[in-house]
């Protein structure tokens, strides 16, 4: 279970080196950098490089170092990283070769628990050249194992996270080793490797840790323990090809849904097609309807006219009149008078003539107005059927949407249960990690130091050969232990 986490400062913390940020102070910038460097490499040893550093900031000002000390800047998330290890429980301390007068001020600023630094010394308020402080002859992991002892924090519960040389002791002693932007040396022998600007990229690494180790108990023996990484192997080789499985299953819902979405958007057009045809056509039926409409009152008035009207109200007359002399029992006198009126109303019938022009543009008329009262029945029928068209569409549109939907649904939980798998994955390639390391086969061996001149190109060809391994077991091939372990160290997800 994870206590506690420890902390580089130059270039973790902080964004710089403290010691090459004051030789520009005494213009010793170019000499420091290079011995920092060396030291970084791991080409001298700490205790060396730090105390030639220093006999070169012999007579900087102490005052001037403090303004320089509120200028270099914290690592991107560091503030956020810390606050939220804190929230989490955990304690923070920082151990560097650094110094007091850059780290103090960060105590109580980043609300770590302790800081482990070496002091420079000084002399009316400037710098005599020399340094003490226990990690000036000690490494770090000897600090850290008196603060573990008074705390009474096992190593293997400590998180430990550095980029130089003179981490190497504690990355590879505490239960977790990140290399943090680091040197090719020490990514070498780190359990993870995080590289960019960002420190709150260790967060994600540190919990998923602790939440694996914390349900992980090892066995009491060591055949016990070699037993439970048989186990553990078959146990990740199960969980790939489930994750495999489901991938494939999302893979094959994905192309169902995609083909369905095609043709539904085939079928959504023509929807489309026959609402804007029909649409199209009763705009054809209410203009054919307009003009036979017009054709009818210009033929009512036509016919009014040419005299019909007259013609129309004698001839109800006439009926009136003989309704009454078939129906009402009538003196002869009274009888007699009915029947001149009538006749003489007949005269006036025979009297009046219809204008033939006018007849003829009445017919006219009357043609149009059937042919447009037959256009507004035909394309009304043909409005109808683009109707019922656009009906079947839209209804297989839904048909093929529920479909498409469904398989969308079956694809979305496929990913999730492959993503739960590969989240599985990942805590038992964890607890790989911790048997491994019980049995000490959980990291490479150091270099020697006649190939250090290559571990750039070596350490660049590691990281591309774990890249290859994702890319193989995203194919769903089986990995190795090695291969697994591989992948763990560069966090390739």
Known sequence: MIELVVFDLDNVIMD???????????????QIAEITEKAMQGEVDFETSIKERVKLLEGVSVDEIKELRDQIPLMKGAEETIKDLKDSGYKVIIISGSFDIIADPLKEKLGVDDIFVNSLTEEDGKLTGEVTGDLVSKSKLDVLNNYLEDKDIKLENCVAIGDGANDISILKAAGLGIAFNAKPAVKEIADVVVDGKDLSKVLPVIKDNAKDEDEFVLAD????????????????????????????????????????????KVNLNKAIEYRDERNRINKEVEDEKKLRNNANKELRNLEWSSGKKDKVKIENKIKKIDKIIETRVLDIKKENQLVKNANDLRKQLMDIHEDDKIKEQAKELKKQSEEHHKNVIELSEKAQEAHEQMLHYFKKTDEIRAAADEAHQAFIDARKSASAKHEEFKKVLSQIHVINKKLGTSKPKRRNSNKKQIAPKRNSEEKEKAENIFDKFKHGKKLSTEELLLLQKYDIS
């Not at 710089?16 to 170019?30: F, L, P, Y």
């Not at 016990?224 to 489901?246: L, M, N, P, T, Y």
Request: charged residues 45%; without cysteine; proline residues 2%.
């Open 221 to 264: 023996t060591p055949e016990g323990v070699k037993q439970q990484k048989i186990d553990k192997e078959e146990e990740i080789s199960a969980i790939v090809d489930e994750r495999e499985h489901f991938n494939r299953v999302a893979k094959e819902q994905r192309k169902i849904r995609d083909e369905l979405n095609a043709e539904l």
């Open 16 to 30: 710089g080196e403290a010691i090459d940020e004051i030789g520009k102070i005494a213009n010793v910038k170019d």
